[in-house]
């Protein structure tokens, strides 16, 4: 309980213990985030998603350094993945957020996804609470490099960027369901590339379609399609605006009370899921599991007959 | 409980050679530690930020340039500045049997030279990781 005090209070190194713990879910996890649940809610949580090598890092650089000159605190978590057979992870999003060191206002946190499949680590959204309550005004989170299922940040953010790049696809591709349907504001980076404006047409065409789904009437949000060169900042003030007109609209429509509530939900299950499976697993045991395992494996009985035995015991 | 080890890799200096580093990084990842990995031309200042933030186990330093006399001392004073005295520091790269002794003496954990061999690395960050 003393990290939490010390954490909010401003003092950094508490503040990555804190992290640690949550993310370890040692000792006083649960009763750390009971105690800063009420000191949440300030942060606009904005995500920031895309394929790998799209540019997320370099875009997150700039964007913090653009917020830093408004005089807006950042909390960054980077999330890479973890190897399935070893556990072990290269979290390499600092490489592209150099820039940053030495600033009081930002703090940056890598995480690995340990395991989870989409596109954040079970952990993160707690490590979001924690940075929203010491007081960064903005926490960006950016996912591990995302494919089409990875939709997580969604339910994370109340603002989702997903960023494309040129040559990473056709229009097919663009029509597919998943990320594209998140997007809040959609970026196409390295736009002085070949292919960027047809890459943002294709864009246009899909989210246009999206949209029209939702309805013609003025109070639906429109993603907008913008076009920077994170490399050299160009167009990421015109993402920023765009993220902060997000967040009026959503203020404004009563969609943030409505996104609240939906992640509330779905955190409220998935915790629930996890701790009745928990709690059932330590009654249960590894060893009648392995053999369940070993008879499904030997075509005895099937998944569903043995689930039904376990959840009879 | 699931605690992962972590650790910073960075380079700190001006050399651009960072292949070494990155094979330790690779090395280590396979080792089942979570690493992060700062890049090159990092200031003592930025790796001992980047290890306070990410509340590693250890960092790496991998230092070719020959300035290890000057860089060793600053990171390790300024991660003691920073009530990070827990933190084992390691050294990879060209270092001279005559500055070995000195580079103990200030605390460094483990050093490297070219040739060693990487699992055999990983299992000792490992080992000196878990001590304590």
Partial sequence: MELVTKALAGHRYALARLISCIEDDGTDARASLAALYPHTGQAHVVGVTGAPGTGKSTLVNELTKVLRAQGTTVGVVAVDPSSPFTGGALLGDRVRMRDLAGDPGVFIRSMATRGSLGGLARATSDVVKVLDAAGFAVVLVETVGAGQAEVDIARTAHTTVVVEAPGMGDEVQALKAGLLEIADVLVVNKADRPGAAQAARVLEMVIHRNAFRGGTDDNVWRPPILKTIALDGSGVPEVLEAVAAHREYLQASGTWAERERARVETELRNVLQQELLDRLMARVGEEQVRAWVERIAAREVDVYTAVQAILGM | ?132
């Fill in chain 2, 1 to 132: 409980m699931s605690e992962r080890l972590r650790i910073l890799i960075a380079k700190p200096g001006l050399d651009g050679h960072d292949r070494g580093a990155k094979v330790i990084a690779r090395a280590l990842r396979d080792a089942g530690m979570e690493v992060i990995y700062t890049g090159l031309r990092q200031t003592p200042e930025m790796i001992v930020e980047s290890a306070l933030q990410e509340d590693v186990d250890g960092v790496g330093l991998s230092i070719l340039s020959g300035a290890h006399m000057t860089l060793v001392p600053r990171v390790i004073e300024g991660l003691r500045e920073a009530g990070l005295d827990h933190v084992k520091v390691f050294i990879g790269g060209i270092i001279p049997d005559e500055d070995v002794p000195a580079l103990k003496g200030l605390g460094v954990a483990g050093i490297f030279g070219p040739g060693a061999n990487t699992q055999e690395i990983a299992g000792f960050i490992r080992q000196q990781l878990t001590e304590g």
